[in-house]
């Protein structure tokens, strides 16, 4: 059975920092494309981040670049979202997703995904 878990959200004040954690059981995530998205209420879900399969590459949303980091553990079998200086508009659950595309880039649109976490709930908030 393959399987996303996403771990590690939580509140948090703004400015503090935050690091997701991915796990997969079920399949090798080094092989795949990976994203985080986020989701607030109201509000569509939207990419934050992707990393390609072996971490070749890493692409960050405009509103997360330079504060966050995803960054892989391939001994793990885990992939990370360190979230530094959060701000109250990070407030949203986090999905993380694995793509099993053949292409040598990742994207973050979620039609690109075939698996799918439950999410994680972060919240910044004084």
């Known amino acids: 059975q393959l399987e996303l878990v996403e771990s590690g959200g939580t509140l948090v004040q703004p400015g503090g920092s935050l690091r997701l954690s991915c796990d997969a059981s079920g399949f090798t995530l080094d092989y795949h494309h990976i994203a985080w998205f986020r989701q607030a209420p109201g509000k569509e879900r939207e990419g934050v981040s992707c990393i390609t399969r072996r971490g070749g590459s890493e692409y960050y949303a405009d509103s997360v670049k330079g504060r966050f980091t995803i960054s892989r553990d391939s001994a793990e079998n885990t992939v990370y979202l360190q979230m530094n200086n959060l701000k109250p508009e990070d407030t949203a659950v986090y999905y993380c997703?694995?793509?099993?595309?053949?292409?040598?880039?990742?994207?973050?649109?979620?039609?690109?995904?075939?698996?799918w976490g439950q999410g994680t709930q972060v919240t910044v908030s004084s």
């Open positions: 997703a694995a793509a099993e595309t053949s292409g040598t880039m990742c994207l973050m649109a979620a039609p690109f995904y075939d698996y």
